[in-house]
């Protein structure tokens, strides 16, 4: 018989750094590589650009509510003492992630910088393995049959 892990999740690199680097490498590579730009009108651009934007903070945020309101910390290797099944959670396992996925999307779009949209995809696969995994490992340990259940009727990003 295992014991729960009381510590959290193991992971150890904060995933929104990961994000924040794939928008850093889409800067340098549109300045020093070679500029990728949609050639679109820019209000079309600007406007897709901020709706996506727009719904991976929603998506984001709302899940960010849900924590704050059940005493939770969104930070992965702290103690998670409950699941929480509603609001985003009943479509996606990892609505933080998927929208900081979205945002930095939309950011690149909404910059004219496809370099930034293209390093979302990379940078989730990376929080994927350092962060995601580790913590279905975790909830599973901790929770049992209510987890699996839930990994069962939940898909892990859409």
Not at 19 to 25: C, K, N, P
Not at 39 to 64: E, N, Q, T, Y
Not at 65 to 72: D, P
Not at 101 to 111: D, F, P, S
């Amino acid at each position: 018989m295992t014991v729960p892990n009381k510590d959290g999740a193991k992971v150890r690199f904060p995933p929104p750094l990961v994000f924040l680097g794939a928008i850093v490498l889409g800067v340098i590579f549109q300045r020093m590589v070679v500029p990728l730009s949609l050639v679109l009108s820019s209000g079309l651009r600007i406007g897709a650009g901020v709706l996506i934007l727009a719904c991976g903070l929603a998506l984001g945020a709302s899940a960010r509510i849900l924590f704050t309101r059940t005493g939770q910390s969104p930070i992965p290797w702290k103690p998670t003492p409950e699941l929480i099944l509603q609001g985003p959670y009943r479509f996606t396992r990892n609505p933080m992630y998927l929208g900081i996925t979205l945002v930095v999307i939309g950011l690149g779009l909404a910059l004219n910088n496809l370099w930034i949209s293209l390093f979302a995809a990379p940078a989730l696969l990376v929080v994927h393995f350092i962060a995601v995994l580790p913590e279905e490992r975790y909830l599973a340990e901790k929770f049992g049959d209510s987890y699996r259940s839930f990994l069962a009727q939940v898909r892990r990003y859409l």
